[in-house]
């Protein structure tokens, strides 16, 4: 299993605020085995990434996104925290891994870039030996060779690039991003009825090209909850008390950061909401953030009584559903003190 989180501001985050200050920030998840499900992968240790846009445009250094990526534990690399101390960054996602499909390697970790384009995946394509070949044979060879690693999540960052009228193009709507997004969940599942396979893919996706961010809490499923998936929004993200409590503010209506995250980051309750299963959610340049039905024959409408039912033993079995589910807030805080770095 994996995790990640976005932040998206008006004003530039110091890295570390993110990272690795926050008692429960990713980094945290990464290594705490009590704050997790998957007793198979009880640590996410193959691995991280940290993806950003640059503060100040240069022409010289391009608009692409600055990735730093490492095989070694994410709690364990010294040059993580010194650069999460200097970087500042309105944009940003970062990943910790727990390989469940892929080898071990740098070619494997997320954040994956193509020109302005960044990607992350939670989660799994089920079977996915099953449906590569095809899913490559729609590809262009220039996208193609995207592909460095052997995972399933960049190979379906390789089709969401095919489904872009011009991947290298310097700009894109939300719109854009948003119909590329649902034309790649649609393949995908169009794939695994190819291939005959009945077991539910995992499909928490994001995406962003330094300006819109779109994101995806999806299962080809009508009857399982998907990876866990929350955001929080607000005027300042801060620490208001020492060994790492973070909380975001609202001091008014104006949405200053947006955060979308695995698991909450903070142990606040009223600072996070869940995102319903097989949902997208788009912020747009101008900071408005947008919920959007994934409608496909896994959409189970919230009036409908089936929608409450969704089971959860599917993704908790591969670790995939946030503390939130298996904790009190109680418990959390509880807890809290003991996890800072």
Not at 179 to 198: F, P
């Amino acid at each position: 299993m994996c995790r990640f989180v976005i932040y998206k501001g008006t004003s530039p985050v110091q890295l570390s605020h993110l990272l690795t200050r926050p008692c429960h920030s990713i980094i945290n998840q990464a290594f705490d085995s009590r704050l997790r499900l998957d007793h198979r992968r009880p640590i996410n240790g193959d691995g991280f990434g940290v993806g950003w846009y640059d503060t100040v445009h240069d022409e010289e250094l391009g608009s692409q996104p600055c990735i730093f990526t490492s095989v070694t534990p994410a709690w364990n690399n010294v040059n993580l925290i010194r650069l999460a101390e200097k970087i500042k960054s309105p944009l940003v996602f970062g990943h910790v891994r727990a390989t469940t499909a892929g080898s071990l390697s740098l070619d494997n970790c997320h954040p994956f870039v193509f020109g302005k384009i960044m990607f992350m995946h939670n989660g799994g394509i089920a079977e996915f030996h099953l449906l590569k070949r095809r899913l490559q044979a729609c590809l262009s060879d220039e996208i193609f060779d995207v592909a460095q690693g052997n995972t399933d999540s960049e190979w379906a960052f390789a089709l969401f690039l095919s489904k872009l009228p011009d991947a290298k193009a310097n700009s894109f709507s939300h719109q854009t991003l948003q119909r590329a997004m649902l034309d790649t969940i649609a393949t995908l599942n169009n794939y695994a009825d190819l291939a005959g396979i009945t077991e539910p893919s995992l499909m928490n996706f994001c995406v962003t090209d330094g300006e819109s961010v779109v994101a995806t809490r999806y299962i080809s499923s009508r009857h399982d909850e998907a990876a866990s998936l929350w955001f929080s929004s607000g005027t300042t993200f801060s620490e208001y008390k020492k060994g790492g409590h973070y909380k975001m503010t609202k001091a008014d209506k104006r949405e200053n950061i947006i955060m979308i995250a695995s698991e909450p980051l903070t142990f606040e309750k009223a600072d996070w909401m869940e995102i319903p299963t097989n949902n997208m959610v788009v912020i747009t340049p101008k900071m408005n953030l947008l919920q959007i039905p994934i409608v496909d024959k896994f959409y189970v409408s919230p009036s409908d009584p089936a929608s409450l039912n969704r089971g959860t033993d599917f993704a908790a079995a591969r670790g995939l559903l946030s503390p939130r589910n298996s904790l009190t807030p109680t418990q959390l805080r509880d807890i809290a003190p003991q996890l800072s770095i």
